[in-house]
T-cell receptor, first 116, second 110 residues
Framework: DTAVSQTPKYLVTQMGNDKSIKCEQN?????MYWYKQDSKKFLKIMFS???????INETVPNRFSPKSPDKAHLNLHINSLELGDSAVYFC???????????????FGPGTRLTVL | SQQGEEDPQALSIQEGENATMNCSYK?????LQWYRQNSGRGLVHLIL?????REKHSGRLRVTLDTSKKSSSLLITASRAADTASYFC??????????FGKGTRLSVIA
């Protein structure tokens, strides 16, 4: 199936731990994103990578570190997890070439992170 | 940063009725996109309307854009229970991240 996939789907962990979320897309897109959706459903962009290069880094604590080993993968590592990090994290991808950010984005199913 | 805001926050209708959701934004845009999010799922792109377009259709969906009022509307005709979801508008102002609104939660009652 062509899609954006994320693992794990659920992540429950203790405060202070370090965790990673993985994302892969097989749509041939050149741009990938990480979004955070809070309990009120507000969706806020965190990072974006184009051809493995970081192009967007919104105001996000440096405990969050994205890594893109290739165009098809964008992982998110979070150090020293805090209660406020609890949210649903979405990966997305799109084609940036010739279109800028206005191309439609394809979203993964989300990772629900709960920090206890 | 500017943000699209959907109105109403929640909408409950009977199956077969039409549902209308609105989105207002603050600055000039290149285009506006509508997405749907089913409970526990990722967002799914529905329609993209460019700033020089006024209306666009896709199946039972109709999107209008009024750049003078900085607003857009999404109409779902003959709604079905399966249309129950949250609907988000997202604005593109060019080479900046898409900015999503907080969504309208639509409930279609069978």
């Amino acid at each position: 199936d062509t899609a954006v996939s994320q693992t794990p789907k659920y992540l429950v962990t203790q405060m202070g731990n370090d965790k990673s979320i993985k994302c892969e897309q097989n749509l041939g897109h050149d741009t990938m994103y990480w979004y955070k959706q809070d309990s009120k459903k507000f969706l806020k962009i965190m990072f974006s990578y184009n051809n493995k290069e970081l192009i967007i880094n919104e105001t996000v604590p440096n405990r969050f570190s994205p890594k893109s080993p290739d165009k098809a993968h964008l992982n998110l590592h979070i150090n020293s997890l805090e209660l406020g990090d609890s949210a649903v994290y979405f990966c997305a991808s799109s084609l940036l070439i010739g279109g800028g950010f206005y191309n439609e984005q394809f979203f993964g199913p989300g990772t629900r992170l709960t920090v206890l | 940063s500017q943000q699209g805001e959907e109105d109403p926050q929640a909408l409950s209708i009977q199956e077969g009725e039409n549902a209308t959701m609105n989105c207002s934004y603050k600055t000039s845009i290149n285009n506006l996109q509508w997405y749907r999010q089913n409970s526990g799922r990722g967002l799914v792109h529905l329609i993209l309307i460019r700033s020089n377009e006024r209306e666009k259709h896709s199946g039972r969906l109709r999107v209008t854009l009024d750049t003078s009022k900085k607003s857009s509307s999404l109409l779902i005709t003959a709604s079905r229970a399966a249309d129950t979801a949250s609907y988000f508008c997202a604005t593109d102002v060019g080479n900046t991240p898409l900015v999503f609104g907080k969504g309208t939660r639509l409930s279609v009652i069978a």
